[in-house]
């Protein structure tokens, strides 16, 4: 046990440090640019405007509200303290709703509809990987190109796709939102079965992305164990072969669960922009609008938040793997 | 190197996506001298024209014509004109009027407008039907009357001085004119736009800024992750430990946000192709800069490495010449990754609306984007977004092909 | 005459390359063992010696292939059987296998009882967990190995340990002949000590019956093994008792490789260190005649077309050379006196490394 807390402190203290460097990068970034934004929201405020004096107050008043007049030292304290209260300021595009509450009505959606979609993608590809790897000849001459085309269809490409064929030719599934627009949100079961009904496409384009690019990898890595020398050591001793692709199947798994805490951030970033081809009210539609409105609080909150939640799965895949792993243990007590 | 090249050329997965890689570059190279011209310019009027080959209306008349008596001309005639509804509403009024309806086939033109000749009346006032149906019948009626009956077609044109109409020519249903000899035909293999740009021209010029901006994006990334790599593998110490962290750092916080709060924060004047691909680049060096330093790593003590350190070579020479020749097959693997994902980045960002700006040239995402924003997915004009979506596919594709077949060629263990 | 536990008659097995190219590995080998014996193969890397060694277990998944000959096991003929059969009534209980790799032979993520259990419920379906689990212990006892060990993955065992945990699983159904590919080549010299002494500690006690040990490390086999053969390019060239093959070499490559290693013990020899010349045959067009002529530095030109069949030519000694042995026998003392003329010379091929055979 001695090992694995050593691990797992090692981990918390590195999920910290990420965290701390995600915050003051999204803090710094935008400040670091040639473009003032506090210019650039004013200018977009302001425009059609001709009085001088009334374009300079809308510039005081936003100076102030990011702080911009202060030293950046200071400006960051403050973006710290509000960050710890919950407080990400307030929306232009949506003045005076909080950004905070923007966030929140949207972050479930995306939880709700990537985690699932991610994990499920995970699963059916590795499951295909490794069956190519085990069965070959056909199978993997079929398999391998189809994973191979599909990993390379960009995530709103699958998206349009079966949006246009599902919703738009066939109308078997609504077109866009996450639930049909003359319902409010409650707990009924029509509203319920809407969601759901709303919830495929999206769900399914992401689900079919990822399975291509895990197929691929667990192929790759179910080969390399399947020539193992333990592998045909236990055949020699007369172990079953189905236990034996239970090894096989177990080991070269372990790599695919580092390769997602790795891969997460390019993939929720393929996903998130699957959102808004469905207009899923999540924070990918949430930046899209965002970033189409030129609201800049709410892409700051909106990026912090996405950083926060990759931070976090990538953390715990890492505790995960700890537990699998068994040489995770062995290694925390060589050092 | 030429057994190396042999071999790579002997994997059939590198084959095939190097040959659709280069059948895209030459497209991009030969199509603009077939078909030269800005691909921005704004040809067509309206949105979203079909694919196909436009005659021009005008020119037509003034082409000398043929005389042709095709005996289903005027079939085809009223089959085009009959709508599925049409059809479907023909049947409906034959049940709503008590004709008997059994054995009909909708599709069979003549037998729907036999029943149709020898049934309709006007007067008849079918049980149910609202009055604005009943008028839908008439208007239908008299299309079809119009088709079989009116002859000939009369152009003419207001006369100058008097006003009075002047006949300039006469269009019959047996006229025919020869495509060839038309003075003005536009092929537009793939339709045009929202803007009603050319789309195949404007998709050609897309796929060139985008596979430069995945080259731009990529040399960038490669160039960093390969320096970095090097030093952290091969010097070691307290330049690998900071080099190591910074790399996990950026490992785990996703480029994506980063690149979108950079691409952002420059601002949508200042964002042309090339800054694009820089911070593309400038933020997916890191696996390339992980996979390098542990390459190194396991190179770093092979005994030509270490002949080459006793023998007093200098640092530089040593990575130029007993380091870098042994990990360029990975660097070259890499680098085509790396492309690969910068033209999906350069994708995702434009459809966020951060892409390049979009006044010089057209991208990938750009074409996408625009395809979204003008709804070509919901009112069905697939070919402004479906070849943008098969284009990216396929170059990415060609790139992952020929990366795992250079994979199976430098890393035997997973040949099979 | 005691009992025969291995005989092989004739075995011929092949890979087929990711080119669609038959290799003939293992080419009509035949080989004798009795019970109580050991036998040691040598050769250079890639002359088909861990071929064999796979090959002899009777269980062929791809690219290796079974072609033709009997492998007969304490009078069972295991060639031919199917394969399940042979997995369940043969592997493990008659011929059991020690890998060459065996830092690699454990699955990392699986702890040393529950391979063991994987391994005797592969043979005896029926039989309880807790029975194996003591099974082992007592197992484990008897060859001293440490019993924490049972309760561990194979990454928290260091590289002996390892070694000789992988020796007691693949003994734990007292297999009849053991087949030791190259158990100790990559271990420190205490720890391949202890491997060995393990391996004679098990024929003695008998645990097992009869070995088959491979190596390119002949001081190794002249302390381990009674009888030596040495194989070349899939075939075998000679064969005779650890004493003879080491100082009475018949066939010109066995005398080449004996000369190119360095006797430890039994007045060592006055030995010049050489190395064979050239490289060994590419077995996808094997030559027609002899297949050392090319490298042999006595080769006839008759010696290049001329099959060669193995030769018996004294008690139990065997050979397959175009050249009569009295004749060999005189070419070698003649060389020796002339190499004992000048002694003191460096060796002409360039470094040899001294324990790591040609």
Redesign the interface.
């Known amino acids: 046990m001695k090992g694995y807390r050593k691990y797992f402190g090692k981990k918390i203290v590195w999920f910290l440090i990420t965290l701390v460097v995600a915050v003051i990068l999204n803090f710094i970034l935008p400040r670091l640019m040639p473009a003032d934004p506090v210019s650039a929201i004013t200018g977009k405020m302001a425009q059609g405007m001709t009085d001088a004096s009334a374009v300079q107050e809308i510039y005081k008043r936003y100076e102030e509200e990011f702080g911009t007049n202060k030293p950046l030292i200071e400006q960051f304290l403050i973006f710290v303290k509000n960050l710890f209260r919950g407080d990400l300021g307030t929306s232009f595009s949506q003045y005076p709703r909080k950004v905070s509450n923007i966030i929140s009505s949207a972050i479930g959606w995306t939880v709700a509809l990537q985690l699932p979609a991610i994990i499920v993608g995970w699963l059916i590809g590795n499951l295909l990987g490794a069956l190519a790897a085990y069965i070959r000849k056909g199978f993997d001459k079929v398999l391998l190109p189809i994973s191979l085309f599909l990993s390379n269809v960009p995530a709103f490409g699958m998206a349009v796709v079966l949006l246009v064929l599902f919703a738009v030719n066939w109308k078997i599934a609504p077109i866009s939102g996450g639930y049909a627009f003359d319902m409010i949100p409650n707990f009924s079961w029509r509203f319920i079965q809407s969601v759901i009904s709303h919830y495929q496409l999206p769900f399914w384009s992401i689900v079919l992305v990822s399975i291509g690019g895990q197929a691929v990898g667990m192929r790759s890595m179910s080969i390399y164990e399947l020539n193992a020398d333990y592998v045909k050591y236990a055949r020699f001793l007369g172990v079953k072969d189905r236990k034996i692709v239970g090894y096989v199947f177990r080991n070269a798994m372990l790599p695919q669960v580092t390769g997602l805490a790795m891969s997460i951030g390019t993939m929720i970033g393929g996903a998130l922009v699957a959102e808004i081809i469905f207009s899923y009210p999540g924070l990918g539609s949430t930046m899209y609008s965002a970033v189409t409105a030129a609201d800049y609080p709410l892409i700051s909150a909106t990026t912090l938040i996405i950083t926060f939640m990759v931070l976090v799965v990538s953390f715990l895949l890492d505790i995960i793997y700890g537990f699998i792993d068994p040489r995770v243990k062995a290694a925390q007590f060589d050092s | 190197m030429k057994n190396t090249l042999r071999q790579v050329f002997h994997s059939s997965k590198f084959v095939v996506g190097f040959v659709i890689f280069v059948a895209i570059l030459v497209t991009m190279f030969v199509y603009p001298l077939i078909n030269p011209g800005n691909p921005l310019e704004m040809i067509g009027v309206g949105t979203f024209a079909r694919p196909g080959t436009y005659v021009s209306l005008y020119d037509a008349t003034k082409t000398p014509t043929e005389t042709f008596r095709l005996a289903d001309a005027d079939d085809k005639r009223l089959a085009s004109q009959l709508s599925a509804e049409d059809r479907v509403a023909m049947v409906e009024w034959f049940t709503a009027a008590g004709i008997d309806v059994e054995g009909l086939d909708i599709s069979d033109t003549d037998a729907l407008l036999d029943m149709w000749r020898a049934n309709y009346d006007a007067s008849v006032k079918p049980k149910g039907m609202t009055n604005a149906k009943r008028n839908y019948y008439k208007r239908l009626n008299s299309a079809i009357e119009q088709v079989s009956a009116a002859d000939t077609l009369i152009i003419t044109d207001k006369d100058a001085e008097t006003g009075e109409l002047v006949e300039q020519g006469r269009v019959t249903k047996t006229d025919y004119v020869n495509v060839g000899q038309v003075t003005n035909v536009k092929t537009l293999p793939l339709g045009t736009d929202n803007f009603g740009r050319d789309v195949l021209k404007e998709l050609v010029s897309a796929a060139g800024t985008s596979i430069v901006i995945g080259l731009l994006a990529g040399l960038v990334a490669t160039l960093i992750g390969l320096t970095l790599g090097l030093l952290s593998g091969y010097v070691g110490g307290f330049v690998d430990d900071i080099i190591v962290f910074i790399t996990n750092l950026f490992t785990v916080i996703p480029g994506f946000v980063l690149l979108i709060l950079i691409s952002y924060s420059i601002g949508q004047e200042q964002r042309g192709a090339a800054v694009v691909a820089l911070v593309i680049g400038l933020t997916s060096w890191t696996w390339t800069c992980r996979s390098v330093r542990s390459q190194v790593i396991s190179l770093r003590n092979r005994d030509h490495v270490n002949l080459s350190k006793l023998s007093g070579h200098s640092l530089v020479r040593i990575i130029l010449t007993d380091i870098l020749p042994y990990i360029a097959s990975y660097v070259v693997m890499a680098f085509i990754l790396q492309v690969s994902s910068g033209i999906l980045a350069e994708a995702q960002l434009s459809l966020l609306g951060l892409g390049p700006k979009t006044t010089e040239v057209p991208t990938l995402g750009l074409m996408m984007n625009w395809a979204m924003l003008y709804s070509a997915h919901t009112n069905g004009s697939w070919w402004a977004y479906f070849p943008v979506i098969l284009t990216i596919t396929l170059i990415s594709f060609s790139l992952n092909l020929m990366n795992t077949g250079l994979d199976q060629v430098f890393n035997p263990t997973l040949r099979d | 005459m005691s009992k025969t536990m291995l005989e092989v008659k004739g075995l011929t097995t092949k890979y087929v390359t ?1 080119f669609h190219e038959d290799v003939y590995a293992v080419d009509h080998v035949s080989l004798k063992i009795e019970q109580g014996k050991s036998l040691g193969i040598a050769g250079e890397s890639g002359c088909g010696k861990s071929t064999l060694a796979l090959s002899l ?1 009777g ?1 062929y ?1 791809p690219p290796l292939h079974y072609m033709s000959g009997d492998i007969i096991v304490d009078g069972k003929n295991i060639s031919g059987m199917d394969p399940d059969d042979v ?2 009534n ?4 008659e011929i ?2 020690i ?3 065996a ?8 702890k040393i009882h529950k ?1 063991i259990e ?2 005797i419920l ?2 005896d379906p029926k039989a309880n967990k807790k029975d194996i689990y003591e099974m082992a212990k007592g197992r484990f006892a008897e060859l001293g190995l440490p019993l924490e060990a049972l309760d561990k ?1 194979a ?2 065992l260091s590289g002996g340990m390892k070694q000789r945990v ?1 020796i007691a ?2 003994t734990i159904l007292k297999p009849k002949v053991l087949i030791a590919d190259e158990p100790s080549s990559a271990l420190d010299v205490t720890s391949q000590k202890m491997v060995i002494k393990m391996l004679r500690d098990m024929m003695d006690r008998g645990f097992i019956q009869a070995m088959i040990f491979i190596t390119h490390e002949l001081p190794l086999l002249y302390n381990v093994t009674d009888d030596i053969m040495v194989m070349y390019a899939g075939q075998i060239v000679e064969r005779g008792s650890a004493k003879q093959m080491v100082f009475d070499p018949v066939h010109p490559y066995s005398r080449g490789l004996m000369n190119s290693i360095l006797v430890p013990e039994e007045g060592t020899r006055d030995v010049k260190l050489t190395a064979i010349p050239g490289t060994p045959p590419n077995l996808k067009r094997p030559p027609a005649g002899c297949r050392f002529a090319e490298r042999c530095r006595y080769a006839q030109p008759a010696c290049r077309y001329n099959q060669m069949p193995i030769i018996d030519f004294e008690d139990g000694r065997t050979y397959r050379c175009g050249i009569s042995v009295p004749e060999l026998r005189e070419i070698y003392r003649k060389e020796d006196e002339a190499n004992a003329a000048q002694p003191t010379e460096a060796p002409t091929d360039g470094p040899v490394r001294l324990t790591k055979g040609v």
């Open positions: 990711r277990m269980y998944f997995r369940k043969v592997l493990g209980t059991a296998y890998p060459q790799a830092m690699n032979a454990l699955n990392p993520t699986r391979f994987d391994v592969a043979h993955h990454v928290e992988v699983i693949s």
